[in-house]
């Protein structure tokens, strides 16, 4: 297979439904790699979002490909959104990711080597990306599980 630059163009999906553009007929899901392989991906991101949610995976995509990755996932996510757009995200805390370090080599030496601590997320999102402000949201149901207490993150990119 060549070599590809830039972002893949996805297929048209067909839901089966009235493919107006008016809710619920207009919220698609995917799955996927995320984390930008190359540079040129962020370099060739258009604006085409006005949501990201990105919910108990931040941990996965650091220790995966360590500070490095996730920043550019971060910088995909800014770029991804339309003005005025929103960001949603759920991150684990530090002290989970030590729980799972040793699953894999690589793992471990991403968590070795991290230096962007999930509590600086905020500051990083809003001085470094570009976000104007976070706003922390509040959890109203009871949920048994102690893992999905975490505290869920909005980020507005400036109009």
């Not at 297979?1 to 439904?17: N, R």
């Not at 990306?129 to 109203?140: N, P």
Request: charge should be neutral.
């Amino acid at each position: 297979m060549p070599k590809m630059y830039g972002p893949l163009v996805a297929p048209p999906v067909e839901t089966g439904k009235d493919d107006s553009a008016e809710f619920p007929n207009n919220v698609l899901f995917f799955e996927g790699n995320y984390v930008p392989e190359v540079d040129e991906i962020l370099r060739f991101q258009e604006p085409e979002y006005d949501v990201i949610m990105c919910m108990s995976v931040t941990k996965w995509m650091h220790m995966n490909w360590g500070d490095e990755g996730l920043k550019k996932t971060f910088e995909r996510f800014f770029k991804q959104l339309r003005a005025g757009g929103k960001l949603i995200i759920e991150p684990q805390e530090w002290k989970s990711y030590g729980k799972k370090k040793k699953l894999t080599e690589r793992i471990y030496k991403n968590y070795n080597s991290i230096e962007l601590k999930p509590a600086m997320f905020p500051d990083y999102l809003i001085k470094v990306v570009g976000f104007e402000s976070v706003e922390y949201l509040t959890l109203t149901t009871q949920n048994r599980s102690e893992g999905f207490k975490r505290p869920i993150q909005l980020y507005r990119k400036p109009e």
